[in-house]
């Protein structure tokens, strides 16, 4: 038998189900894959034997999976060691591949995991196996090089302007002197805060500040910022990613709370929207604040996909099918813009060497000279990326989604 597997791996997006549904449902076209396995939790459960059949999937269940938000084959952060130090991890998790018939491995994951394929693609060459890897990118975060953006952060950046826009309206209805500070995830670069410029009425953007982890957080001129603001205005709204920094490269969540780190070394971050909140309160600037953390909100919220993000998070699906069966190994999908008037994009295919471990940091030229804005170029990119509205289900008033297990 020819068979496939399909994992996800790290933080779910609300697109990332469409990607793997590609992948099932480009194989039911062609038909090229026996089985079409599901890795429950990633490597982590392929180690554990914990494969599943999505070959049975009817092509009504694989469209409700489609549109199902977070990781419906389950995630997991594990980082494969270096096979140069120990390959007992290697060894096992081929003896298990060859034993369920695996010809293709697709990993649908972020920068780490693009790491985890190309570990794995070396591996098969140096110890002459014949099992392929692929990768399919998912992140909100849209930090992957080369590419122009990642599945995931279209849907995210919708989100996250739709928030911004409600929440303006709502911070905007009294005459006392307020601030109210938005928090977007973003550890290393600001593209999700940067999406909060989306948000705008009679086309004039309604966050007056937005704040990136790529530029140095100056408290002083942030206190002056704000202050100069209010001089005109009774409300100042913010935008912050949880990644910023002071000038001694100290993230600011840091400086508020006890952090940890996880598997791969990142610290656990959260909670700077509350910091920016008690600076402002405790220079007197304003007596009224509030603060919203958006958390994993952003990442999950289907109800307000983008509908170009989930049709072309199922096309990197059904491309990676596609160039398993030209015999690609160790390579990845990505996402080219063609034109943007009309929108018009395309998938081509990159070595993970050039992704992996790397980050796509945000333009500096897109940021304004005080640094503590984006310019339109930010707008006009984004713009493409957050239309159409999902095509979800409702039942009973509410979005209708599934559980995998329920289908198998």
Not at 87 to 115: A, C, R, V
Not at 169 to 181: G, L, M, P, R, W
Not at 188 to 201: C, E, Q
Request: glycine share 8%; charged share 25%.
């Amino acid at each position: 038998m020819r068979n496939c597997v399909i994992a996800q791996s790290g933080g779910p997006t609300s697109v990332i189900n469409a990607s793997a549904m590609g992948v099932v449902s480009k194989n039911k076209e062609l038909k090229y894959y026996d089985k079409v396995y599901a890795g429950i939790n990633g490597v982590e459960g392929i180690l554990n034997k914990n494969l599943v059949d999505l070959s049975v999937l009817s092509y009504e269940e694989i469209e409700n999976m489609k549109y199902t938000p977070a990781a419906g084959l389950g995630s997991c952060r594990y980082k494969l060691k270096d096979a140069t130090e120990n390959d007992q991890e290697y060894q096992k998790l081929f003896q298990i591949l060859k034993e369920f018939e695996i010809e293709t491995f697709f990993y649908i994951g972020g920068n780490d995991s693009m790491d985890t394929v190309h570990k794995l693609s070396n591996y098969v060459k140096e110890k002459g196996e014949d099992i392929k890897f692929i990768g399919i990118p998912k992140t909100i975060d849209n930090d992957l090089p080369v590419m122009d953006h990642t599945p995931g952060f279209g849907s995210a950046a919708k989100y996250i302007a739709t928030t911004v826009l409600e929440n303006y309206f709502d911070a905007t209805v009294y005459a006392k002197k307020s601030a109210f500070i938005l928090e977007a995830m973003g550890r290393d670069t600001g593209w999700l805060a940067a999406s909060a410029a989306l948000a705008r009425v009679n086309n004039k953007q309604v966050a007056d500040f937005i704040y990136l982890p790529e530029i140095i957080f100056d408290e002083e001129q942030f206190i002056k910022d704000v202050s100069k603001k209010l001089a005109t205005q009774n409300n100042v709204f913010i935008v912050v990613s949880e990644g910023i920094k002071n000038e001694d490269g100290k993230f600011l969540s840091e400086l508020s709370a006890e952090t940890s780190k996880d598997i791969f070394g990142h610290v656990q971050l959260g909670g700077v929207g509350n910091y920016i909140k008690q600076i402002l309160l405790n220079s007197g600037v304003v007596s009224k604040a509030r603060a919203v953390e958006l958390s994993t909100s952003q990442r999950c919220a289907m109800h307000c996909a983008s509908q170009t993000d989930i049709d072309e998070s199922f096309k990197v699906g059904e491309a990676a099918l596609e160039y398993s069966i030209d015999g690609e190994n160790g390579y990845m999908i990505g996402i080219k813009r063609v034109s943007d008037s009309p929108y018009v994009s395309e998938t081509f295919s990159l070595h993970t060497s050039k992704v992996a471990n790397s980050i796509k940091y945000f333009p500096r030229e897109w940021v304004n000279k005080e640094g503590n804005n984006v310019t339109i170029d930010a707008v006009n990119y984004a713009l493409p990326l957050i239309s159409g509205t999902s095509k979800i289900k409702i039942e009973n008033g509410l979005p209708k989604y599934v559980k995998l297990e329920d289908l198998l």
